[in-house]
């Protein structure tokens, strides 16, 4: 059974800080990663994606992959109330246009 | 901007009714998919499509059928509506997985 996993929190940081968001994944064959945010009652929206051992930054998003630890992470730098929202891992085969694994998300708090 | 359309936010159906929930693209992308998603349980795949008139089982495809006619177009029909598909209902093209707005079915 291919399975990500998240803690489901909620994971609490004050503004301003750096939020650490986790995910591991059971299947060696995935070769694709993605971090969605979703905000209570919307339906996600995809903010970052990685296929490479390493660390990818975007703005104040860093994801970072070990694919010998199964290990993928987002970073969410000077968090910001707005930030405060359930992230979605997931990871896939190929590229995204195929069947993705998800995990049942991390619920992330950022208080002022 | 990509644009995933459902039709509807939110419905509110009776116990043994057909429902239909449409999907549409305007991206030209092949492949589409229909999850659902409760509390707890977070993204489950329904049913997907690479191509017009192709379809695939997902995860949870019992009491579920689906129709793909039209290569924008992608609907997911419950073929006698019961209260345990009371959830939120989500369709997503490829290519960056974009996401409808979601329909937030309830059957009563």
């Known amino acids: 059974q291919k399975e990500v996993e998240q803690n489901s929190g909620p994971l609490s940081v004050p503004e301003g800080a750096i939020a650490s968001l986790n995910c591991t994944y059971s299947?060696?064959?995935?070769?694709?990663f993605f971090w969605y945010r979703q905000y209570s009652g919307k339906s996600p929206e995809l903010i970052m994606s990685?296929?490479s051992n390493g660390d990818k930054e975007d703005g104040r998003f860093t994801a970072q992959l070990n694919k010998a630890s199964q290990y993928v992470s987002l970073l969410i730098r000077d968090s910001q109330p707005s930030d405060s929202a359930t992230y979605l891992c997931?990871?896939?085969?190929?590229?995204?246009?195929?069947?993705?694994?998800w995990g049942a998300g991390t619920k992330l708090i950022i208080k002022p | 901007d990509v644009k995933v359309t459902q039709s509807s936010r939110y419905l509110v159906k009776r116990t043994g009714e057909k429902v239909f929930l449409e999907c549409v693209q305007d991206?030209?992308?092949?492949?589409m998919f229909w999850y659902r998603q409760d509390p707890g349980l977070g993204l489950r795949l329904i049913y997907f499509?690479?191509?017009?008139?192709?379809?695939e089982k997902g995860d949870i495809p019992e009491g579920y059928s689906v129709s793909r006619e039209k290569k924008e177009r992608f609907s997911l029909i419950l073929e006698s509506a019961s209260t345990n598909q009371t959830s939120m209902y989500l369709c997503?093209?490829?290519?960056?997985?974009?996401f409808g707005s979601g329909t937030r079915l309830t059957v009563v």
């Open positions: 991206m030209d992308h092949e492949n």
């Open positions: 990685i296929y």
């Open positions: 997503a093209i490829g290519g960056g997985y974009t």
């Open positions: 499509s690479y191509d017009v008139k192709m379809k």
């Open positions: 997931a990871a896939g085969e190929r590229d995204s246009n195929y069947q993705l694994i």
């Open positions: 299947d060696r064959g995935s070769q694709s």
